[in-house]
T-cell receptor
Framework: NAGVTQNPKFQVLKTGQSMTLQCAQD?????MYWYRQDPGMGLRLIYY???????DKGEVPNGYNVSRLNKREFSLRLESAAPSQTSVYFC?????????????FGSGTRLTVV | QKEVEQNSGPLSVPEGAIASLNCTYS??????FFWYRQYSGKSPELIMS????GDKEDGRFTAQLNKASQYVSLLIRDSQPSDSATYLC????????FGQGTELSVKP
C-alpha cells in the first residue's frame, strides 16, 4: 500500500536552478495538494488540483508552478529557486475537495536552496 | 482570511497524565475537523476526525468539538513518551486549513 509517493526525498539546489518535485497517489483520489512546511508556520497550501485537468492557487503560490499530469500524478516545479524556498514540501491527496475524510500525506521532500 | 489557531507549546506532561491540546478556528462554515500527529522529520498522520458537536473517543484519544465557540480539542489519556510529537489541528470548509501545531513532550 504505497499511498502517496514523493520524489526526491532530499534535494540541494543552487539559487536560480530549477527542479520538479514529483508526487503520485494510488488511492484513486480526485484531489491533490502541495504544501510547504516551515518552522513555526504550520502547513501552507501552495497549489491544489480538485480534479484531473484543473489546478488552482493556494495561499503561497508565488515562485511555483504545477501540473496535474493525470489522475495519479501532480508535480510541483520551481523555475528559479530562491533561498526563501528552502522548506519541507508535502504532497497530499483526498477523495473529494470537501476534505470530509481528511488528507493522506506523502513522506515529504526536504529542499535546501543555497 | 480563514484561520486555525493553536498554542505552539511546547506542552510538557509527565507520563501517565492527560495531555490537553486546544484549537480555535475562524470559519463558521467549517464542517469537518481533524487532528494530525507529526513526529520529527516525518509526515503528518491522521489520528482523529470529528464532525458534530460533542466528544468522540478512540482508544486513549478523545476529540471534542464546540461549533458555537469554534473550538476543537484533543485529550490524550495515559500519555506515553511515544506520544511526544507535534499535533496539528485542521478545519475543512472546503480545503483543509491547518494550525501551526502544538509540540507535546511526555516526560518519563
Amino acid at each position: 500500500n504505497a499511498g502517496v509517493t514523493q520524489n526526491p526525498k532530499f534535494q540541494v539546489l543552487k539559487t536560480g536552478q530549477s527542479m520538479t518535485l514529483q508526487c503520485a497517489q494510488d488511492m484513486n483520489h480526485n484531489s491533490m495538494y502541495w504544501y510547504r512546511q516551515d518552522p513555526g508556520m504550520g502547513l501552507r497550501l501552495i497549489y491544489y488540483s480538485a480534479s484531473e485537468g484543473t489546478t488552482d492557487k493556494g495561499e503561497v503560490p508565488n515562485g511555483y508552478n504545477v501540473s496535474r499530469l493525470n489522475k495519479r500524478e501532480f508535480s510541483l516545479r520551481l523555475e528559479s529557486a530562491a533561498p526563501s524556498q528552502t522548506s519541507v514540501y508535502f504532497c497530499a491527496s483526498s477523495d473529494n475537495t470537501g476534505a470530509s475524510r481528511g488528507y493522506t500525506f506523502g513522506s515529504g521532500t526536504r529542499l535546501t536552496v543555497v | 482570511q480563514k484561520e486555525v489557531e493553536q498554542n505552539s507549546g511546547p506542552l510538557s506532561v509527565p507520563e501517565g497524565a492527560i495531555a490537553s491540546l486546544n484549537c480555535t478556528y475562524s470559519d463558521r462554515g467549517s464542517q469537518s475537523f481533524f487532528w494530525y500527529r507529526q513526529y520529527s522529520g516525518k509526515s503528518p498522520e491522521l489520528i482523529m476526525s470529528i464532525y458534530s458537536n460533542g466528544d468522540k473517543e478512540d482508544g486513549r484519544f478523545t476529540a471534542q468539538l464546540n461549533k458555537a465557540s469554534q473550538y476543537v480539542s484533543l485529550l490524550i489519556r495515559d500519555s506515553q513518551p511515544s506520544d511526544s510529537a507535534t499535533y496539528l489541528c485542521a478545519a475543512a470548509g472546503g480545503k483543509l486549513i491547518f494550525g501551526q501545531g502544538t509540540e507535546l513532550s511526555v516526560k518519563p
